[in-house]
């Protein structure tokens, strides 16, 4: 199952704060189609898992992952890099895991 890191738990608590998103909201990864037909995946706010989807929850955040991308994201970590000024949301192997205490995957 798709896991998420400490500070990826922090910075969408953030952003979700800032976005006056209710708190019980949750986080929902999801497969889309780009205009050239390619698939691509989305994240999004959201305040109830659609039927089907996996649920994990780490620090708080609730994390929903649609059936779609569940397979192909079992073995992954959602995770951040950059910094305050430019973070941004990646997904990584769980094989790469040479994390600091800081970007542990929780449960």
Same mark, same amino acid.
Do not use: C, W
């Given at each position: 199952?798709?896991?998420?890191?400490?500070?990826?738990?922090?910075?969408?608590?953030?952003?979700?704060?800032?976005?006056?998103?209710?708190?019980?909201?949750?986080?929902?990864?999801?497969?889309?189609? &780009?205009? !050239?037909?390619?698939? +691509?995946?989305? @994240?999004?706010?959201?305040?109830?898992?659609?039927?089907? /989807?996996?649920?994990? #929850?780490?620090?708080?955040?609730?994390?929903?992952?649609?059936?779609?991308?569940?397979?192909?994201?079992?073995?992954?970590?959602?995770?951040? &890099?950059? !910094?305050?000024?430019? +973070?941004?949301? @990646?997904?990584?192997?769980?094989?790469?895991?040479?994390? /600091?205490?800081?970007? #542990?995957?929780?449960?």
């Amino acid at each position: 199952m798709l896991e998420m890191t400490n500070r990826a738990a922090t910075l969408l608590t953030e952003l979700r704060r800032n976005s006056d998103i209710p708190d019980h909201a949750g986080v929902r990864v999801y497969g889309e189609s &780009t205009p !050239d037909g390619k698939a +691509s995946l989305a @994240i999004g706010f959201t305040e109830e898992p659609v039927p089907g /989807d996996q649920v994990t #929850e780490t620090n708080g955040v609730k994390l929903f992952v649609a059936p779609e991308v569940a397979a192909p994201l079992q073995d992954a970590v959602m995770d951040v &890099t950059g !910094d305050n000024g430019g +973070s941004q949301l @990646i997904f990584r192997s769980r094989a790469d895991d040479t994390l /600091d205490e800081g970007s #542990e995957a929780g449960s």
